[in-house]
């Protein structure tokens, strides 16, 4: 009697690479991309970049509430005394920065040395939100650390006087920075700390729902940011903004890139329909610096080169609706506060781990594997 093989079961078919599908539960935050709106929790994401402190914001993605000033003062207490894990891993962040790996790849090899701090699946909330404070909170220590040795220099130790922003600029070029300086990343660190279930983010709650341990999780998520379509564009659009130059060379430019096939960085979001909220942020922040930054020319041409791409973009695609993203107006502010641009990349991951920190917390407190099927498309199973 032949063998027949049996039917597959039908399976609902969703988008290519999941678009407009909720695939999880969550209270962290959402973005609108109708209305041009994000939020985390029931705030306003750009109005707490405006209003407070990086340190504030974090508590509430992690705690569920903003600090009192009792709770901010434990809070900042339990960052500053995270771990050292640059001195700790000092010889093998000497072998990482002699390769041509960027700092920011460099984190893929660093990352799950940090799971010996950070241990296994089997523990209680309290341990698990121990845990991912203190590898966030490593990270930005390791990124300086190599991007320090790659240039010569010795790492430098956290100060514990300067909030998460402020140390990361300090523990980059040894120099602290100003209080305009501070505050501008400090606004770009908030802006960019979550904004749905993006690709990393996704590619961290995937990981923990497996039970892997929290320096896991986050390496999948440093992982994903490696990728040229998540993270790496503000330092392409910096390039360009200095490659048009003066700002009446924008359209020929532009028409020349688009007609060799290349992509405009900075403009255009998957998800906004209308004025990215961070754009319009950090486009405020790097106003700021106009009156008395040695750059101030190189703001002002930002500022008239933005339009002027935004008019031919619109007319190769009048049917589209393209804004200017987060990434162009990051590029300016980021140089702004004194930062090199093979750190731009970096400074996305230094924001957006403490994110991650939040969603691997409510993706362990109702976990569930996440394991989709796939349909089968290639030719019939022999009998």
Do not use: C
Not at 93 to 102: G, K, L, N, R
Not at 187 to 216: C, E, K, M, P
Not at 249 to 259: D, G, H, M
Not at 282 to 299: G, Q
């Amino acid at each position: 009697m032949p063998t027949t093989v049996p039917s597959l079961p039908s399976l609902p078919s969703v988008p290519a690479g999941l678009k407009g599908v909720a695939v999880a539960d969550t209270e962290i935050g959402s973005v609108r991309g109708n209305e041009g709106y994000f939020h985390y929790r029931e705030f306003n994401a750009t109005e707490l970049a405006r209003t407070h402190s990086l340190e504030e914001v974090w508590h509430l993605l992690l705690e569920g509430g903003l600090p009192s000033a009792d709770e901010l003062a434990t809070f900042r207490a339990e960052i500053a005394t995270g771990i050292d894990a640059d001195a700790t891993l000092s010889g093998v962040i000497d072998i990482v920065a002699a390769t041509d790996a960027a700092p920011h790849a460099a984190l893929t090899s660093l990352v799950p040395l940090l799971g010996s701090f950070a241990p296994t699946v089997d523990i209680d909330h309290a341990q698990r939100r121990h845990d991912v404070v203190q590898v966030a909170v490593a990270i930005p220590g390791l990124l300086a650390a190599v991007h320090r040795r790659r240039v010569g220099m010795q790492p430098l130790a956290s100060d514990p006087s300067l909030g998460y922003a402020a140390n990361w600029l300090y523990r980059t070029s040894g120099v602290r920075p100003t209080p305009q300086q501070a505050r501008a990343v400090e606004q770009y660190l908030i802006a960019t700390i979550d904004h749905g279930f993006n690709n990393s983010t996704f590619a961290t709650r995937v990981i923990t729902s497996s039970g892997a341990d929290v320096a896991a999780a986050i390496v999948g998520g440093v992982g994903a940011l490696s990728g040229p379509l998540h993270g790496g564009a503000p330092r392409r659009a910096m390039a360009m903004i200095e490659e048009i130059g003066e700002p009446d060379n924008t359209e020929a430019w532009v028409e020349k890139r688009l007609a060799d096939g290349g992509k405009i960085m900075g403009f255009g979001h998957a998800v906004y329909r209308s004025d990215d909220p961070r754009s319009t942020l950090l486009r405020e922040t790097a106003k700021s610096f106009v009156d008395d930054h040695p750059d101030s020319e190189l703001i002002e041409r930002a500022l008239e080169i933005e339009p002027r791409i935004l008019k031919v973009l619109r007319a190769h695609k009048p049917e589209a609706t393209i804004v200017t993203n987060v990434e162009y107006y990051a590029s300016l502010v980021l140089r702004l506060a004194g930062l090199s641009p093979e750190l731009f990349t970096p400074t996305f991951t230094v924001s957006r781990v403490l994110g991650w920190t939040a969603h691997i917390l409510e993706q362990a407190a109702n976990n569930k594997i996440i394991r989709p099927s796939a349909s089968y498309v290639g030719p019939a199973p022999a009998p």
